[in-house]
């Protein structure tokens, strides 16, 4: 592992700490703003000597910014280091595989990084624990007035910031949640009603990990579509509302649930399934570990793990969820290993941290 992100398995990043608002159901939320040099082609037209130039100006420009946090090269990288970063959310497939010098800055914290060089010359990240898009947005704004006051960028009078993808011209700002719905999962229809809903708003649904990703363990990812022709502050605004709405929605799902026999008896049935796996498995995979810990989850938020007596922290169930991914996997143990090894110590790993057995 590179000994510069040995601190990431110290701490959880700030937002999976606990005590976000609706942190039931609303894991975490982002805030991510696209911006480019005036004057320079997009990244994907760079030649190679002027993408490195410019990872070299924002070290120079920005450095009292990130002075105690981290600056790396993701073509130094392993693929293991560079799957903790993504598992982190600290950066994209596109930029670790980009064709071309690109850079990766962030604080110690992990509430706010910067992507150079990828779809963008700059992709300004923060976050924040549970549905608190308010609070993400409060922390980017340092960080874009810095980039806004060293560099010129390129900005049309009428349109607004322009970017390599026209979807993002105008505030090219996205407000993005990452969302558990085990409840809904459960029930199809009611899933769909509420993915249909977020469309009909002009939400994109994704993975977890964004873009191209599947939905594990039921977590999803919810983002505002247009960013041209209203402010950023009414686009966070429709994501927010959108994200309270959602999760009232899970919350009458769970307590349904609890409340009808068939569906309560079947939730009781997975629940002792996906915790013997979790307890009695020499193996297990990445996906399968997500879809009984979110199993896990949905009978503690719901209240059946406490009324068949069994002691769970919801919290805990979460940071194994992300703890549990290759990345993370590889990092704890200190070493690359190939899946069937992976999944040897991740069956051991999950049963120590759960203390299940």
């Given at each position: 592992m590179d000994h510069r992100l040995e601190p990431l398995l110290e701490n959880p990043p700030a937002w999976l700490l606990p005590g976000g608002p609706d942190a039931d159901v609303v894991v975490a939320s982002r805030i991510r703003l696209a911006r480019n040099l005036e004057g320079r082609p997009f990244p994907h037209r760079l030649a190679p000597e002027e993408a490195r130039r410019l990872c070299t100006e924002v070290r120079e420009r920005l450095s009292g910014f990130f002075e105690e946090g981290l600056g790396i090269e993701p073509e130094s990288l392993s693929k293991a280091d560079a799957d903790l970063l993504v598992e982190r959310s600290l950066a994209s497939r596109d930029l670790l595989e980009a064709p071309r010098p690109t850079l990766i800055l962030f604080n110690h914290e992990e509430s706010v990084g910067l992507m150079v060089n990828e779809e963008d010359h700059f992709r300004i990240q923060s976050f924040a624990s549970g549905?608190?898009?308010q609070v993400a947005a409060k922390v980017?704004?340092?960080?874009?007035?810095?980039i806004g006051s060293r560099f010129a960028l390129a900005r049309h009078p009428k349109y607004g910031y322009l970017t390599a993808c026209p979807s993002?011209?105008?505030s090219g700002m996205r407000a993005s949640l990452l969302i558990h719905l085990p409840a809904l999962s459960r029930?199809?229809?009611s899933l769909q009603q509420a993915l249909q809903a977020a469309q009909?708003?002009?939400l994109a649904v994704r993975g977890v990990h964004g873009e191209g990703s599947r939905a594990l363990g039921q977590l999803y990812q919810i983002s505002n579509q247009r960013t041209l022709g209203s402010d950023w502050n009414s686009q966070v605004e429709a994501?927010?509302?959108?994200?309270q709405e959602v999760?009232?929605?899970?919350r009458e799902t769970r307590r349904a649930l609890l409340r009808e026999p068939g569906p309560k008896q079947l939730l009781i049935e997975d629940f002792e399934r996906a915790y013997e796996v979790l307890a009695k498995s020499e193996a297990i995979s990445t996906a399968q570990a997500l879809d009984a810990l979110s199993i896990l989850r949905l009978a503690v938020h719901s209240g059946l793990a406490e009324e068949m007596g069994v002691s769970l922290d919801a919290q805990l169930l979460l940071l194994n969820s992300f703890q549990l991914?290759?990345?993370?996997?590889?990092?704890r143990i200190g070493a690359e290993l190939p899946p069937e090894a992976r999944d040897a110590s991740r069956a051991h790993l999950l049963r120590e941290s759960l203390n299940l057995g």
């Open positions: 549905l608190n898009l980017a704004r340092p960080l874009v007035r810095r993002n011209t105008g029930q199809k229809a009909k708003s002009n994501v927010q509302n959108f994200g999760a009232r929605y899970e991914q290759p990345g993370h996997l590889q990092a």
